[in-house]
């Protein structure tokens, strides 16, 4: 016979679906009201419904139901129950967009990498959501900026480790591009990648990525400001290759050394990211205009 309901008691099944339908309804009233009673919070943490199956916190993440979810989880909702798919309720409300929802799970404490046996994970979500205050807030939760998605995109042959830089270029979000460096994103992810077979061709770097995808001069200076390698072999000579506006400002970039300013701050930028505390430049002492310096954000003159 056909179970409906998964990992849930017969006897429970009555009151799981009072708590999914207030979660349904975004009635935290009626939903505080059931959790009050012992016999509902014990399946509170319990998974139920068609397709995939899921706890009430995952519905209410889903759905965006702020009130619900933060009734749910003040009554002690298990902030990192997967689903089938191994997918975490932030990882089902980073999917919605519901950036408040985002906010109260990080706040009590969710994983921000979402779970190790989902094959993509929050960030990767955001970035190709082009989502960038979401983004923005899962890696000053301690997201990991470079994650890796662990199924390899093929084109032409070559295997494409998916990265949240990758992604944010090709789908064309160049505000998630911008804050992804910002937090410490690696310039040039995917090369060298030890971790792939050596045998046949290495994955392109997000700087060929950005080229040969046409994702415009403003990646390319991004890219070229955060310190990727100017120098990748066979990037311009290759018949494909188009000398467009972005391939000109490579070239140029490769005739002119940076200057002693901008190879300082990519030199405390690189140590930051290091030692993993690159979101802790205003905590430096050090004049504001240098810490936005540092920050890449233009520092007004005023007359």
């Not at 505080?32 to 519905?59: A, C, D």
């Not at 933060?70 to 932030?90: F, N, R, S, Y």
């Not at 404490?109 to 955001?126: E, F, H, I, Q």
């Not at 390899?152 to 460096?181: E, K, M």
Request: proline share 6%; aromatic share 6%.
């Amino acid at each position: 016979m056909l179970q409906l309901r998964f990992g849930v008691e017969e006897e429970d099944s009555g009151e799981l679906c009072h708590l999914n339908q207030a979660v349904s309804n975004d009635d935290h009233m009626l939903l505080l009201e059931l959790l009050s009673q012992e016999r509902y919070k014990r399946v509170i943490n319990h998974r139920s419904g068609w397709g995939v199956p899921g706890t009430p916190l995952r519905m209410a993440a889903s759905k965006g139901h702020l009130r619900c979810l933060e009734v749910l989880l003040a009554h002690g909702a298990e902030v990192d129950c997967i689903d089938v798919k191994a997918q975490t309720p932030l990882f089902t409300a980073v999917c919605g967009r519901y950036l408040t929802c985002v906010l109260a799970l990080l706040r009590a404490g969710a994983n921000p990498n979402g779970c190790p046996k989902n094959n993509s994970s929050p960030v990767l979500t955001a970035a190709r959501e082009g989502d960038p205050d979401i983004l923005r807030q899962l890696l000053h939760h301690g997201a990991d900026v470079n994650a890796r998605s662990k199924v390899n995109l093929w084109t032409s042959g070559v295997a494409i480790c998916s990265g949240p830089l990758y992604l944010s270029a090709v789908y064309g979000h160049l505000d998630c591009f911008r804050v992804l460096l910002l937090y410490g994103a690696d310039p040039d992810y995917n090369y060298p990648d030890e971790r792939l077979p050596s045998k046949g061709k290495q994955p392109k770097t997000v700087l060929e990525t950005c080229l040969r995808h046409g994702c415009g001069v403003e990646y390319v200076q991004l890219l070229i400001d955060f310190g990727a390698n100017v120098y990748l072999p066979t990037l311009i000579i290759e018949k494909t290759t188009k000398q467009n506006e972005a391939v000109e400002l490579l070239l140029k970039e490769r005739g002119c050394p940076k200057s002693l300013t901008s190879q300082c701050r990519l030199a405390i930028r690189t140590h930051l990211r290091k030692i993993n505390r690159i979101d802790s430049i205003d905590c430096l002492d050090m004049p504001p205009c240098l810490k936005n310096y540092l920050k890449h954000i233009p520092n007004r003159v005023i007359l």
